[in-house]
């Protein structure tokens, strides 16, 4: 199941390395990754793929400190 998520976060490095390890381990395949600097903080977009319900995901990134937001779209599968 594709999922789509944006995100804000600090406008730090190390605060997208961490977003990045948590989507990961987690067991999520990123598939699209759009990242727009702002002063404060970075708005990503990304797009995710995983069996696993999207709610294990987003309660991990929730727990980040530097994560400010995070909301989340279920992306229509296409018919192969």
């Known amino acids: 199941m594709k999922h789509s998520l944006t995100l804000n976060l600090a406008n730090q490095t190390v605060a997208v390395e961490r977003f990045l390890r948590v989507v990961r381990h ?3 395949k990123l598939t699209a990754l759009e990242l727009a600097s ?11 793929d995983s069996d696993k319900p999207i709610y294990l ?5 929730n727990k980040l400190v530097d994560v400010h ?3 989340t779209a ?3 599968q296409q018919a192969s």
């Open 69 to 71: 937001s995070v909301t």
């Open 38 to 48: 702002k002063e404060e903080d970075f708005a990503i977009k990304i797009t995710v």
């Open 26 to 28: 987690r067991g999520f």
């Open 74 to 76: 279920q992306l229509q």
């Open 57 to 61: 995901l987003t309660q991990q990134l």
